[in-house]
């Protein structure tokens, strides 16, 4: 629908990264700059917080040009977070009915939703019942998630950004697991239930001097225990101390997850297990069985929130693929998502193209069998030559005594 | 002994710091600098090293300003390091022998070893050596340890950057656990079995929009399950994501460690035992009696390698305390360590002065029970105001293709 004139709802869903705020930014400026754009609504906890009115207007707290950049680079979702699913379409129409009165009521006309596989499903579902009901608004999907497993898209703004964390990291336990001389294994353990690419990113740490990792086990190829203990093996012979990435997803031959292994695992309200423990898992199996030292590494949340070390070239395409949502809805999009295209690898240049999002939802992007090394325990140089254009930058960090400054909801009590 | 002339050999021992290599860099610029040295030799993997003819002139590799810049800049030990533990003087003399022989060999007149309490007693053991046999070198300790649990100095080169690391880290996760509505609990497992100062650091993240952590247990403090839960209980009614900061050396009453209690025993499918953190150990608690959501993190050797997060003021202390070392040897001060006294809080100020090895080896400098509040679980504003200053400042990073770059000793292979 072009031209339509109103308000826009803009909300956060999913895993938090270190960009999503970049992206709520950018979509930020670009409505309010917009005619046709009046109040900007940012929803408290998504679309959770659409059901409980819970939503506020977003130019209090967002004053100032520094005041935007710092919510730029403010790590998590400056408006909540939350794992809503709606239902069917032709299920249960009551929470649908209950949305649109709410954009009714509020003259909502854009509504714009950041998020991974699971956001994009409501994007789907938004856009289709708003056509079925005849109600006039533009809806667009904005991709984020460090897995980088969504469809479509070249790649998810945030993964740059956790990618250079999981290098940079890599890279010091390097040099700090080179320290004593005697036989060691750090395993490293990284997100990601069924892409790899946050565990390859683990590549990007080697250089002339940086040898970690020795070997990456990714979600896409059926993890072996006495292979993994002949790999170590083998790279103890090369070097005493033996860094090992591992995809906390990778499972056995039989289906089960190697850290499911006698442990209670609980699921999320999406059905998916939550995994721990893959690290610690393999960790305790080498040491019993090379009696060797071993220690595990979990990069937990900080693969996610540690905006001290984002990407640059993440966080500014994370800034314009939210402006560019503003600029296509304006235009008369609904129902699709932004993305990236990348035109070249070197020099790197992207695209932000849009497409139907029932096109995209629930498919996940895993890394192709070509780009990982044929035993199955390493990566190829196509991955390496992918993720780097995407760590490349610093991005800039506002501190103060000392620590990084972030922008918070000032309806927030936390 | 005043105006000795020969070679220094300089060693690093124990586990490694941020800016462990600040303070390599510091010894070495003062080195080379002086009339009274001649050759920098380093020791590849501390004392270990010299036994086995394993040393290095320091000037191959480090030929320009800026290779010595990047090496203060560098994580973890660029020599190496070990655990070595000399013998008592009155019980074996054959290594001091072996020692001394190679020192006479090299004609060294200055030894300088930068490391934490074990590497004191060494300075302490090689000093009264060459005394009793008359041999001419000074001998120089130097403080590290990111535990800050070295007593008469006022705080030790390396914590202010784990200081630094752990505040950013809480501050970030802060962000990230606040997405979600519902109920949670978040653990954050900090080093330090004897000395609460890493944990405490926790505190510093706290400002107008970050609360966390909620509470804080220290390992000064016997820690008490039941109370604990209480808190946590208490914390969320105040807010409804609670995050705790807890030392990995937290003991019971019994005098066991939290993480060895019990909680332990499983095994894995594979059939090993499972070694758990007090982290874990703890949120498995939490999330048994209170129902709730748990997840802990451990920052693991990131808070004492994470140098792309390094506090300035850290960096630069840490190099400065270096070059007196050698200032103060060729002065011929010998058998000391030089260490920091604080002149006040603000403006921050320090001197650095030297003291016999004798006087301080082996004693654990904890925090004042004075500095913990009542109920044992959080900090005083004394603690907060004793490591602001330490935390000052980014220190520079040297960055290439977007990651750090390290520098790396020549003849080391990985």
Redesign the interface.
């Known amino acids: 629908m072009k031209n339509l004139k109103g308000n826009a709802m803009v909300g956060q869903s999913g895993g ?1 990264t270190s960009v999503i705020n970049a992206t709520l930014a950018g979509v930020y400026e670009a409505a309010i700059s917009s005619e046709h754009i009046e109040t900007v609504y940012g929803l408290v ?1 998504g679309i ?1 917080g659409l059901l409980k009115d819970d939503f506020v207007d977003m130019s209090i707290g967002l004053e100032t040009k520094e005041d935007i950049d710092i919510l730029a680079s ?4 400056y408006l ?4 809503f699913k709606l239902p069917k379409l032709d299920e249960k129409t009551d929470v649908y009915e209950k949305i649109f009165e709410k954009f009714s009521k509020n003259n909502i006309k854009y509504f714009f939703y950041i998020g991974g596989n699971d956001s994009m499903d409501t994007v789907y579902k938004l856009s289709a019942y708003a056509d079925k009901i005849g109600y006039e608004i533009n809806i667009m999907g904005v991709p984020k998630t460090i897995d980088n497993d969504l469809a479509m898209t070249d790649h998810t703004p945030g993964f740059g950004s956790a990618a ?1 964390y999981i ?3 890599t ?11 005697p036989p060691c294994l ?1 395993i490293i353990e990284v997100m990601g239930r069924n892409a790899g690419w946050l565990t390859a990113a683990t590549a ?2 080697r ?1 002339e ?4 990792p020795d070997l990456i086990y990714l979600p896409e190829i059926t993890f072996d ?1 006495d292979k993994f203990i002949e790999d170590v093996k083998k790279a103890l012979q090369k ?1 005493s ?1 033996v860094i090992v990435a591992v995809s906390e997803g990778v499972k056995l031959a039989d289906g089960r997850y190697v850290c ?4 209670n695992t609980e699921t999320d309200a999406f059905g998916h297990k939550r995994l ?1 423990g893959t690290g ?2 393999l960790g ?2 080498a040491r ?1 069985r090379l009696g060797i030292k071993t ?1 595990h ?2 990069f ?3 693969q ?6 984002a ?1 640059a070239t993440d966080v500014s395409e994370s800034r314009m693929i939210g402006a560019r949502a503003v600029e296509n809805a304006i235009e008369g999009e609904t129902g699709k998502m932004v993305y990236f295209v990348r035109k070249s690898n070197s020099p790197y240049e992207i695209s932000i193209e849009s497409i139907d999002i029932g096109k995209i939802a629930n498919v996940e992007q895993t890394i192709p069998r070509e780009w990982i090394n044929e035993e199955g325990n390493d990566v190829n140089k196509e991955v390496i030559d992918y993720i ?1 254009p995407l ?4 991005a800039r960090v506002f ?1 103060k ?4 400054v ?1 922008a ?1 909801l000032p309806i ?3």
Chains 1, 2 share one sequence.
């Open positions: 938090p906890h959770e403010t790590p998590s979702a909540g977070s939350c794992r250079k290098a940079t990291a890279r010091e336990i390097n040099r700090d697991a080179t320290v004593y001389a750090t990007l740490a250089n001097h940086c040898k970690a225990v070097r101390t499911e292994a006698g442990l721990t610690l898992t305790n199996i019993e220690r590494i979990e937990s949340l900080l996610r929130c540690a905006a001290h070390c990407s780097f760590i490349q930058g610093e501190m005594d000392g620590l990084p972030h918070v927030k009590r936390d």
